[in-house]
């Protein structure tokens, strides 16, 4: 456990300086890497010696966004992906074997619910749902060969919070895999290890990067697992690029200082909404009116970046809204410096049906926000022109 705050470790864990003295860690764009001797290559390969041998497996600019993520998480350790659902197939495809089961919540990610429904059952891994608001009924979904547990919290597109102390404590009793995706989060408002999580798996693409730029995932948590999970991906291939976590390695510098201010953003724009005669409910997790708000307040920091809404009218009134604004972004993206507006059932969802979208929350005239970085005044202004418009 490091002994400094949150920010000193995001911006001076760092690669030892080479021969340069450099200031900056450099770009170590090699696809390999060279050995002294032929015993040196036997060891290196025999994992005799922890060294770097080919980026697929390691390499130092990963490996230092890696200890980054882990030292913010309180993780053993940890591996770079891709995407963020690179991590998340991952770490279902190592841990996991033919037969296997998982308890999810059912609010999860569109992709997430297209690997638990479509392509894990072609290895005979079946899935269970349970609602975020029924989590006292995990227990009745458990079966003698379900191995994970799994969820987002705050969920995607819903903002809604789980209580990770409470599956922490299912997880333990049942001896099972608590994975949680922290994505929305970020390491700086929770960390999910400290409930009981096992594994915390992100997509680094959203606030982790925090600017649009690249893509990029990963998970962390107890050794052994992620062990497993590091075995399954030097021999299948999903590992981030060396650019990328370099990146993302200078983009965790900052984090803390622009979670603060998305979350203050997203706070004043939650409040406003609240009382906007042409909305009919908003989610954000430290509203007071949110459902879990004395949970959010326990396990959370701050109240995060997202706020969700419903707009009156259902998903025509949703499609208006899109078409009437200005300022703000129309993108499938989040976490973003630029402030960003999806409509779910209009876009994301909108091959679900109405029973399955209400299902996980989103109603036709849901609205997800994803704050950004503009002055908050200009951000509620387009809203509120979009709104009335």
């Known amino acids: 456990m490091s002994k400094n705050h949150f920010e000193t470790d995001a911006v001076r864990t760092q690669l030892d300086r080479t021969e340069f003295l450099e200031h900056s860690v450099p770009l170590y764009l090699t696809s390999s890497f060279v050995f002294e001797d032929a015993e040196d290559m036997r060891a290196s390969f025999s994992e005799e010696k922890q060294r770097n041998i080919y980026s697929r497996f390691t390499n130092p600019n990963t490996s230092e966004f890696v200890e980054k993520i882990c030292k913010m998480e309180g993780a053993e350790a940890g591996y770079a992906f891709a995407t ?35 392509y894990l059952p072609k290895w005979n891994i079946e899935t269970s749902y349970f609602k975020v608001d029924e989590v006292e009924g995990i227990e009745n979904l458990i079966q003698p060969n379900t191995k994970i547990l799994f969820a987002e919290s705050p969920t995607n597109p819903a903002v809604d919070v789980l209580d ?3 599956l922490g404590t299912i997880a333990k009793k049942h001896n099972l895999i608590l994975v949680v995706d922290n994505c929305f989060a ?18 680094a693409t959203k606030l982790i990067d925090g600017q649009g730029r690249v893509l990029g995932g990963v998970a962390v948590g107890r050794e052994d697992l ?25 983009s965790l510098e900052t984090l803390a200082v622009r979670v603060e201010k998305h979350c203050e953003n997203a706070a004043k724009l939650a409040d406003y909404l609240e009382s906007h ?9 430290f509203l007071k009116s949110h459902p879990q708000y004395e949970v959010a307040r326990k396990q959370m920091k ?22 009437n604004i ?11 410096t630029r402030t960003i507006v999806t409509h779910p059932a209009s876009t994301t969802h909108s ?29 509620i202004n387009d809203i509120s022109q979009a709104l009335s418009s």
């Not at 963020?84 to 190592?94: C, D, E, I, L, W």
Request: include cysteine; hydrophobic fraction near 40%; aromatic fraction near 10%.
């Open 84 to 118: 963020g659902m690179a991590a998340v197939f991952s770490t279902f495809a190592a841990l996991l074997d033919s037969g296997d089961h998982i308890v999810s919540a059912r609010s999860v990610f569109g992709s997430t619910h297209t690997l638990f429904t479509k």
């Open 164 to 166: 990770l102390e409470q």
């Open 351 to 379: 091959k679900l049906s109405e029973e399955d979208r209400l299902q996980v929350g989103i109603s036709d005239g849901l609205v997800r926000v994803s704050v950004g970085l503009e002055h908050i005044d200009d951000v």
């Open 277 to 285: 005669e042409r909305v009919n409910f908003v989610k954000y997790p």
């Open 302 to 323: 701050l109240g995060g970046n997202i706020v969700a809404f419903e707009v009156k009218g259902g998903v025509e009134s949703g499609r208006k809204f899109l078409n």
């Open 226 to 250: 992620v062990r497993e999970i590091y075995l399954f991906s030097r021999n299948t291939g999903p590992a981030m690029s060396p650019f990328n976590a370099w990146v993302l390695s200078k």
């Open 326 to 336: 200005k300022l703000c972004s129309l993108s499938a993206n989040l976490g973003d």
């Open 186 to 203: 970020t390491p700086y408002l929770q960390k999910p290890i400290g409930f009981g999580a096992d594994i915390v798996i992100h997509s």
